[in-house]
């Protein structure tokens, strides 16, 4: 099962300072889709707002061609298709495997599935041997491993990474960046990485956008996003000549 | 007229059993309400904090006063016939117990980091999963919660005096017979329950304080 | 897995409330035994210990009692919380039975109140030679003295008097004080200030090891002052008005009182080596 995503015209604002703008762009199933821009340009909110942790005050966001539906129990199924990943995640009291395995057992997998399932998704960001370590004495990179093993054990159709290898050290990029191509070549699911990063985006994107003043302003095939943007501001920015 | 060691125990069992008893009822109401009330982000708990915290300074004795009305024989209640009874205590207990669970457990779900309901969410938790993983999480204050009610009702004697009416043998806690104690000048009797109160409280705080240890992260 | 823990812990917290409160239930209902709303009093001079086991052994009926003031225990009549009461306060009792709340009246025994006071007795009440004249000594000296003031037969018995004397006590002065308590707590703090009382023998009696500073300076001669009889009556509530009482048990231990046994073990009760009760019982049931 594949979902896309489509975003359009997607207007939020604070206290009356605007955050996004206009928004509008679509992810298919097998991208994986970088939002780059300066920080403090409201990627994190798009992202909630994806994900129904905030409203948006306008516009409108589309799953596999639909609305997201209003009453409880549709809302909450099509949720559970979806997973996020955020900057620097929360443990729940517990192991590294109840953390895991959390999702899992919000839908009712159990027994052996529950086992088998968390065990190849803790080793797919390598803490097989950590299955029962505290969660709360895992060291930062490793918590975010675990928050990505909880978030893709459950075999979401659309994945929301957002900054979410900001502050690790090289090695756990490396792990995490690896776990995201191989969840994407291996389930084609539709995967939008939220980054300051252009780098990590030049490295795991397969479309990129910037996000501008809330507006995006440039989209395009990650080659041709670098290598010939359009827009002078595109230019700018993957130049260096903004500070980020 | 001092009692002998084997009353002694029966008024120390009956004192552990109501105060027991009533704040393990209040803990059955107090929580899951707590918990429910704690997690939502309504504007009109401010009115409720404030009935809560009212009821919190809601003196033990008054409490007694309106249980006594409520179980009399002339009263509401009074085919029940609780009044004068451990029954009876127990109900009054609860009455003043429950409140101090309820607004401690709000108060620890509030102060629940967001980023807990959030990632629950985000992960698909309906109502009642969230409730869980939130009392999971909250655990530790809300057994401190247990700790603090059970602190109320053990060491509480206007209500169960009222309620109870000191029977000897039947209605005697330890907290009433102190008073009784020290009011025909029986000092050192008086004190050695005092001490046994204590010594009760301490255990119940370990047994307490232990099981708050294994819900720590 | 993650959410069923929950389950468990509830469950055992529900099974556990409902053993607790089953066993509650056990122990409150229903009650089995005959219940008796009495005076502080009653229970302080170590009477009620020693006579009602007696009762029991003898019938085979369980009695308790809530030993509470005198207006608190004909209150408990009048709502039907108790089977019977025992007060000494006889204008009250006369007003509960003609209330219908009383069944019958029965006198049991009477003891009598006595003034006590510091040792140096500075107002001079050893030497009065009535009790009016004991209390306008303790008037004009202003010498502290402390009043139960808490509705009692004891606190009704003492107004009587200093009306008798021609006072009125919410004229008084600072040296009069007030408690609004039992008759022993109000001795102890009689003891620890040194002030004048006025309290029924058989507490005095009881207390009188614990009370240092105090001495019996009136009224404990022979024959006793009418004025400072204190007079004690049985009355068990009446099932007519209030028919979850235990009507019938509450007549035969009024009767008991009053017959001849009950009469011979009260004539037979003493404190400290006093015997303080004069039994006068008569049945009225």
Not at chain 3, 231 to 243: F, G, K, L, M, R
Request: with cysteine; aromatic share 8%; glycine share 10%.
């Amino acid at each position: 099962m594949t979902m896309n995503l489509q975003v359009e015209g997607m207007r939020k604002a604070f206290d009356g300072r605007t955050v996004l703008e206009d928004v509008s762009f679509r992810v298919d199933p097998g991208q994986v889709f970088a939002i780059i821009g300066p920080s403090g340009a409201g990627k994190t909110t798009l992202l909630r707002c994806v994900d129904f942790l905030q409203r948006p005050d306008g516009g409108s966001v589309r799953y596999a061609g639909r609305e997201a539906p209003t009453d409880p129990a549709s809302l909450l199924a099509l949720r559970r298709r979806l997973s996020l990943v955020a900057q620097s995640p929360l443990m729940f009291r517990g192991s590294a495997a109840y953390n895991v395995s959390f999702g899992l057992c919000v839908r009712a997998v159990e027994g052996s599935e529950l086992t088998r399932r968390t065990a190849e998704a803790l080793a797919a960001v390598g803490l097989r041997d950590r299955s029962d370590s505290a969660a709360s004495k895992l060291s930062a990179g490793e918590a975010q491993r675990v928050a990505f093993a909880r978030a893709i054990v459950i075999r979401p159709e659309i994945l929301l990474l957002d900054e979410f290898t900001a502050n690790l050290d090289p090695p756990n990029v490396r792990i995490l960046e690896a776990a995201v191509r191989e969840f994407s070549a291996s389930t084609g699911a539709t995967v939008v990485l939220v980054t300051h990063n252009l780098f990590q985006a030049k490295r795991l994107a397969t479309r990129v956008a910037l996000l501008l003043d809330g507006r995006i302003v440039e989209s395009g095939p990650v080659k041709e996003f670098f290598e010939a943007p359009q827009d002078a501001r595109t230019r700018a920015f993957v130049q260096g000549d903004f500070a980020y | 007229m001092l009692t002998l060691a084997g009353d002694i125990a029966a008024i120390t069992l009956l004192s552990v059993f109501i105060s027991g008893t009533s704040t393990l009822v209040a803990t059955a109401i107090a929580v899951p309400l707590g918990v429910t009330l704690g997690l939502r982000e309504v504007g009109s708990q401010r009115l409720l904090r404030n009935i809560l915290f009212t009821l919190y300074g809601l003196p033990p004795v008054l409490a007694g006063l309106l249980v006594f009305l409520l179980l009399s024989r002339a009263g509401p209640l009074g085919s029940l016939g609780l009044l004068f009874t451990p029954l009876g205590m127990v109900f009054a207990q609860v009455v003043v117990v429950t409140p101090i669970i309820l607004g401690v457990t709000m108060s620890v779900v509030a102060t629940v980091e967001r980023r807990v309901k959030e990632t629950a969410l985000v992960l698909g938790a309906d109502r009642r999963q969230l409730s869980i993983t939130v009392l999971r999480e909250a655990a530790a204050g809300i057994l401190t919660a247990v700790m603090v009610g059970f602190g109320r009702a053990i060491s509480e004697v206007g209500a169960v005096f009222i309620v109870g009416g000191h029977i000897e043998t039947r209605t005697q806690v330890l907290t009433t017979t102190i008073i009784t104690d020290i009011q025909q000048a029986e000092f050192g009797h008086a004190t050695l329950l005092g001490v046994i109160l204590l010594v009760i409280a301490g255990v119940v705080y370990s047994l307490l304080y232990r099981l708050q240890e294994r819900t720590l992260p | 897995m993650h959410f069923r823990l929950g389950r468990r812990w509830l469950a055992a917290l529900v099974a556990g409330v409902i053993l607790l409160v089953a066993v509650g239930v056990y122990i409150s209902l229903p009650r089995g035994y005959l219940l008796m709303a009495t005076t502080t009093s009653t229970r302080d001079t170590g009477l009620l210990p020693y006579l009602l086991p007696e009762f029991t052994a003898d019938t085979g009926i369980e009695v308790r009692y809530t030993a509470v003031g005198t207006g608190q225990a004909l209150d408990a009549g009048r709502r039907g919380d108790v089977d019977v009461v025992m007060v000494h306060a006889p204008s009250l009792e006369t007003q509960f039975v003609a209330a219908g709340d009383g069944r019958c009246r029965n006198l049991v025994m009477y003891n009598r109140f006595v003034l006590v006071g510091p040792a140096a007795d500075l107002a001079g009440v050893r030497t009065a030679s009535t009790t009016t004249e004991a209390l306008r000594r303790i008037h004009d000296t202003a010498s502290r003295f402390v009043s139960r003031a808490d509705g009692s037969g004891t606190h009704t018995k003492e107004l009587e008097l200093w009306a008798a004397a021609g006072l009125d006590p919410s004229s008084f002065g600072a040296w009069y004080e007030r408690t609004g308590q039992g008759m022993g707590a109000t001795l102890t703090i009689a003891n620890e200030r040194d002030e004048y009382t006025l309290s029924d023998d058989g507490t005095w009696y009881a207390r009188e090891d614990s009370l240092a500073f105090l001495s019996l300076l009136y009224g404990s001669g022979d024959p006793v002052d009418p004025v400072l009889q204190n007079q004690y009556s049985v009355i068990p509530v009446n099932p007519a008005t209030h028919p979850a009482v235990l009507g019938e048990r509450a007549l035969e231990f009024a009767r008991w009182l009053v017959g001849a046994r009950g009469q011979a073990l009260i004539g037979a009760f003493t404190v400290n080596g006093h015997t303080i009760f004069t039994p006068n019982g008569v049945g009225a049931c």
